[in-house]
């Protein structure tokens, strides 16, 4: 995680394509990478070496971590009005920075064939960008357009029109439904999420039973530890007695 971090921050040069995201995911690769070593480093050598202060560390980071992705989770459905604002903000973001960097075009693109959708809230958020914009003062020669990833797919077309979503801006919904999705993607995205409820908890389920198993053994081992220590104490303490 930290090589392929390093790797895209280093080849990588285009700021504004990240600008969208609240972090770089080059930074955060390298930050996730560096403290999974180090949290696994703890548990590994603490086992090892018997080290009650690892074994603690590990234990303590370990907790933190799920109490963490806990309290997200709780937060994200408590608050989901404004987890969808915060979802709304950063497609906008993208929607922005379209043209500024190809893997995120390339995300963009995915996402909206795979959803079957166009925009944030509807194709016309498009707009945003400057070289979709729709006013008259734009010089752009896709003014007016959306991306190809927004046009309806059939199931005989074996070459892809990338010029299928020219001028749909400019169209009213039912004359544009008909070349492209004219639905967006933050509904899309909800949707999707709400009917894999299901998929998503047994996700979380395989991420958080790892760490609780970690914490409990870890605690047992520590208890074991102490267990020993005690019990040299007790063998040491009888040796030196002389009525032993």
């Known amino acids: 995680m930290v090589a392929v971090g390093v790797y895209a921050r280093l080849l990588k040069h285009a700021e504004a394509a990240v600008a969208c995201l609240a972090v770089d995911p080059a930074i955060l690769l390298m930050v996730v990478g560096v403290l999974t070593f180090l949290i696994t480093f703890c548990g590994c050598v603490g086992s090892l070496r018997e080290n009650i202060c690892l074994l603690q560390v590990f234990s303590v980071c370990l907790t ?3 109490l963490l992705q806990l309290a997200a989770g709780v937060l994200g459905f408590v608050f989901s009005d404004q987890a969808r604002g915060k979802v709304g903000e950063i497609i906008n973001g993208a929607i922005v920075h379209y043209r500024d960097d190809l893997d995120l ?4 693109d995915f996402g909206q064939k795979e959803f079957s959708c166009c925009g944030g809230v509807s194709y016309k958020d498009w707009s945003q960008n400057m070289y979709f914009n729709c006013t008259a003062t734009n010089p752009s020669r896709e003014r007016c357009s ?5 046009c ?12 299928c979503g020219h001028g749909m801006q400019a169209r009213g919904y039912l004359e544009a439904s008909a070349f492209i999705h004219t639905n967006g993607c933050i509904d899309k995205l909800v949707n999707w999420t709400h009917s894999n409820l299901f998929l998503l908890g047994g996700i979380a389920l395989g991420l958080a039973l790892p760490q609780l198993v970690g914490i409990v053994l870890a605690q047992l081992l520590i208890n074991q530890i102490r267990d020993q220590i005690k019990l040299q104490l007790y063998n040491q303490q009888h040796r030196a007695d002389p009525w032993y």
């Open 64 to 66: 933190i971590i799920f």
């Open 146 to 150: 959306v991306p190809f990833s927004c």
């Open 105 to 108: 075009q390339n995300l963009i």
């Open 152 to 163: 309806l797919r059939r199931a005989d077309q074996a070459v892809i029109n990338t010029m």
